[in-house]
């Protein structure tokens, strides 16, 4: 009877101490397997947007970069293609996502739960990337020679569902034009050359990199009048929304564009992030975009955007304090408070196409 006591204490023992081995086990899995728990690797996702624009292209240089310098941090960044911005932002807000590209203005809206968006995001700037440098063009022969020539003409202001319109509207509005006083059209920018050449539409608003591909295409296929901004209308738009900011389009860049045409950035490319990420993360994956950037550069051309004068660039969207920490020990910040100059972008500093600005 006493044997087969110490037996049956000696098979409870064996399974007490196999249950804890097994409950040991979960919790270090736990600590590598879901990048939630302190010591172990976080898994960060980073939202781009379909394939056939730049944010894919910019993402995966950013996370290659990123997994082959990481800070104190052990991470693994992996670039998932999205529907873009505005998908971006409200899986960042869901928590679906750790780091996410997005356009300026479409942040710019979506930080203030304005131009339709149901509710205040709140999200963080980490670094401002290139430039979306976009105008109206027209057919020669539409008689369209200003902005406010549009009234009561069909207007390609994008692709469907894009989000366009929270930065279109704005400058149609500043030039005494409704939105409901054009018809607007959708089109990716190969359709809308397209639309333009055999007559279904008058205008089409298009742009991203200097030069933008569209753009050149439309110019050698028919004569086009690039429609000029107001002057006063733009330094107005530049004063009242942070995400506007002035670029020159150098004369000669397209057929037909003789003299230097005083354009906008319409809504940077930008990485951003929830604010509820933690500064110690931040801090490591700015510092790392930071340290690293020329390989970034190497990757991509817009990877030449992080310089002193544009990475903390504000365009209304606050930046999270773990960028803030590393930008002020590097003095990014004080260059990029400076009033810049109207230079005109890098033509090998590709920015977000529109397709992609979703």
Known sequence: MALMLQISQHRAL?????????????KKSDSTGDGGATGGRQFLSMGTAPVGGAFPVVGGAIAEVLNEHKGTVDWKVQAKGTKGSQENIRRLQQAELELALSNAA???????GEAGWDKVYDIRAIATLAPNVALFIARADSGIQSIADLKGKRVITGPAGAG????VEPILAEHGVAWDEITSLNATQSGA?????????DAAFLGGAVPTGSITQAASTFDVTYVPFDEAARQKLIEKYAFFHPATIPGGTYKGLDNDFLGLNVGSMHLITAASQSDELIYEVTKSIWENRAEIAGKHPAGKAINEKNVARNTGIEYHPGAIKFYEEVGVLEAAEKPAAEEAPAADAPAEEPAAAE
Request: negative net charge; aromatic residues 12%.
């Open 106 to 112: 479409i942040s710019y809206f979506a930080a203030r």
């Open 164 to 167: 366009f319109q929270m930065f």
């Open 14 to 26: 064996v399974a007490s101490l196999v249950l804890s081995a097994l409950m040991l086990g979960c």
């Open 193 to 201: 050359v397209d639309q333009l050449g055999d007559g279904a539409a």
